[in-house]
């Protein structure tokens, strides 16, 4: 390519450096004029219209950079420079800006005399890249290297809600990667690790500050992880972005200034940051909520172009410096499944799901027989992230801590298949029994304590993705119990897709043959007749109180 193409190219680019920095100077001048009553420029700046994140807000960036190239917006409202010293400290700036500029276009001048590239623009994004390069402390991802069979998953609930009262919960959980690791867990599920208003991590606010967390500070969690991965274990971050606690008081006293925990302005955000119908955050500006109310907290536009970007560079900043392997997205049903599509796609995890807990369906007689409608709202969810998550099988939980109670007849629907989402989807359900909101010391809608290991028996015989609670494996001292359960589930190869043949259900009673080499029964009848398994060909794996599990002799 001609070199005085180049060279008008390299003039062109310093001049819009130039021109960002003095466009950057009147925006910091008329904030600085403001009746604001935040002054913090930070929180100043998070009031303006957006712009999209600066280079040094990328993950890439183990020591977090104060950024000096960021091209916002230009402010609605007309300001001059009140100073001899403001229009000092903007020439000063673009001067500094031309150099840096130059240095990039002698790159540029340098390649293309070399004749390596094809266009002008090519060599300025490589030579770009190769600036940016030099300040990254992290090419490659410290998460997502462990590789796991997305059809045999067994994922472990790590913390419960009273976790973050111990001095380390980091500590606790990370002290026992080997074991759980013994026991078959594949990826253990964290607590949110970010700073927050509530202990437990799910009003969350400064979201890089991770040493603000009840659970242990960023060190601990670093060391935490290391424990995992070492013991072959991937580890799964609890990502809270559908609602978000401000750090500042705006101009009529709503908590929506944000702050990210950073020197710049990643995640600082402003009113235009939450959903323009958030009724008790009326400041917000966004567009309307794409899901539902989360009423203690203001919830995020996840339209909003600039907070997609910030989210997704802080998940990777997660997944590179951190280590996290995959993502748990709370309260789901908060915000479009599309965006969970997108930000799982644009950080690829090793593994993801979303929590959507709706209400199933009751009638006179309690809970009803049917929930076809119920767990289409699941599949329907994953369908929406372009069928990059998995979520959480709240219709099986549902339905089977009621069967468990005399009522096994429901665990067989019209079609004779399992009535949750694992008779639809099997490969996208993630079955579970409790978790920190439905048990724990919360109890919102907990499984029946006396029928838990028969709970077990079924989640980890069948197909789906099952989940342990770490109150029911170590609190409740069911550790062993439930270990031979998931090795009879490794040792027979039943995973996420095996076929399940329900022999029957009734109320006292459910027998199923999961891939004719294991057939589970549940239920206080203890003389089966006929359907006995036949002694010659299987013999018995697992037993407890009103279960057992029977698999094929080799």
């Not at 927050?196 to 060391?223: T, W």
């Not at 079955?431 to 304590?449: A, E, I, V």
């Not at 089966?528 to 407890?544: F, Q, R």
Request: net charge neutral; charged share 25%.
């Amino acid at each position: 390519m001609p070199l005085d193409i180049l060279w008008r190219s390299q003039v062109t680019m310093a001049s819009m450096v130039a021109q960002a920095a003095q466009v950057n100077v009147l925006r910091e001048s008329s904030l600085s004029s403001s009746h604001a009553p935040v002054t913090n420029k930070k929180a100043m700046r998070a009031c303006m219209a957006p712009s999209f994140s600066s280079v040094s807000s990328t993950f890439y960036s183990s020591k977090r950079l104060r950024s000096t190239s960021s091209v916002p917006r230009p402010a609605t409202k007309r300001t001059t420079i009140k100073s001899a010293l403001d229009v000092s400290k903007a020439a000063n700036e673009a001067t500094e800006n031309l150099k840096k500029a130059s240095e990039v276009s002698k790159e540029i001048m340098k390649e293309a005399a070399e004749g390596t590239v094809e266009s002008v623009k090519e060599v300025t994004n490589r030579a770009l890249t190769r600036k940016l390069s030099r300040k990254r402390s992290f090419h490659l991802p410290r998460g997502g290297n462990i590789k796991a069979d997305p059809l045999r998953i067994v994922m472990f609930q790590g913390f419960n809600w009273e976790s973050w009262k111990s001095p380390s919960w980091y500590d606790i959980i990370g002290n026992r990667a080997e074991e759980l690791a013994a026991a078959g867990i594949t990826d253990v599920w964290f607590p949110p690790p970010s700073h927050s208003v509530a202990p437990q991590g799910y009003m969350p606010g400064r979201l890089y500050d991770l040493s603000a967390s009840k659970y242990g500070n960023e060190e601990k969690l670093f060391e935490t992880i290391n424990k995992f991965h070492k013991a072959g274990v991937r580890c799964i971050a609890d990502i809270v972005v559908n609602h978000r606690c401000g750090d500042a008081q705006d101009e009529r006293g709503e908590w929506v200034i944000f702050e990210g925990g950073t020197p710049d302005d990643a995640l600082d955000w402003g009113p235009w940051a939450v959903v323009g119908d958030d009724y008790p955050y009326g400041n917000g500006t966004g567009a309307p909520d794409t899901g539902a109310d989360f009423e203690a907290a203001p919830d995020i536009d996840h339209t909003n172009e600039r907070v997609q970007s910030d989210i997704i560079n802080w998940m990777n900043w997660m997944k590179y410096k951190i280590g996290f392997d995959g993502w748990r997205f709370d309260f789901a049903k908060g915000y479009g499944g599309y965006f969970v599509g997108k930000y799982i796609e644009k950080t690829e995890p090793g593994f993801a799901v979303g929590e959507l807990w709706t209400n199933m369906c009751y009638g006179y007689g309690g809970l009803d027989y049917n929930q076809d409608g119920h767990r289409q709202q699941l599949v329907d969810w994953v369908h929406s992230t372009h069928n990059r998550s998995t979520a959480f099988d709240f219709t099986t939980k549902g339905i089977l801590q009621e069967a468990v109670k005399g009522q096994l007849w429901r665990l067989r629907d019209r079609n004779s298949k399992p009535p949750g989402m694992i008779g639809y989807w099997p490969e996208k359900a993630v079955t579970f029994l409790d978790n920190h909101d439905t048990g724990s010391t919360q109890n919102h809608w907990p499984f029946p304590s006396e029928h838990i290991m028969q709970g077990y028996a079924y989640i980890l015989t069948h197909s789906g993705n099952p989940c342990i609670f770490y109150d029911h494996f170590y609190d409740w001292g069911l550790k062993d119990e439930i270990t031979r359960l998931i090795e009879l589930r490794k040792r027979n190869d039943i995973n996420a897709r095996s076929k399940v043949h329900i022999v029957t259900a009734e109320n006292d009673l459910y027998v199923a043959k999961i891939d004719d080499c294991v057939i589970l029964k549940i239920g206080p009848r203890y003389d089966m007749g006929h359907l006995t398994p036949n002694s010659g060909d299987y013999k018995i794996g697992a037993v407890g109180k009103d279960y057992c599990v029977w698999e094929k002799k080799n």
